[in-house]
Nanobody, 115 residues
Framework: QVRLVESGGGLVQPGGTLRLSCEPS????????MNWYRQAPGKQRELVAT?????ATNYADSVKGRFTISRAKNTAYLQMNSLTPEDAAVYYC???????????WGQGTQVTVSS
């Protein structure tokens, strides 16, 4: 069973930065895609960023130019710059292999953007 653990969230002022990490816990696995998602209160979970095993990336329009996804083997990172209150949410990650999600959803990491 693959388990991923998100970390790095916190409270930051508007315009600030955070770097989130998504690390496997106690398991070794192969994945071809790793994604970051977020869910704000009262809203559905949305896909924020994607990275393939070859390093190709894709972003939601709302974060393009501000967020950067990267990965080292099966650890994924999300560098978030120029944060706004609209970015406040619980951030989750997951991994996929040939379209199959590999992990149950974890606890996520809370990002709060407030002055």
């Amino acid at each position: 069973q693959v388990r991923l653990v998100e970390s790095g969230g916190g409270l930051v002022q508007p315009g600030g930065t955070l770097r989130l990490s998504c690390e496997p816990s106690g398991s070794i696995f192969n994945s071809d895609v790793m994604n970051w998602y977020r869910q704000a209160p009262g809203k559905q979970r949305e896909l924020v960023a994607t990275i393939t095993s070859s390093g190709a990336t894709n972003y939601a329009d709302s974060v393009k130019g501000r967020f950067t996804i990267s990965r080292a083997k099966n650890t994924a990172y999300l560098q978030m710059n120029s944060l706004t209150p609209e970015d406040a949410a619980v951030y989750y990650c997951n991994a996929f292999l040939r379209g199959t999600r590999l992990s149950d959803w974890g606890q996520g990491t809370q990002v709060t953007v407030s002055s």
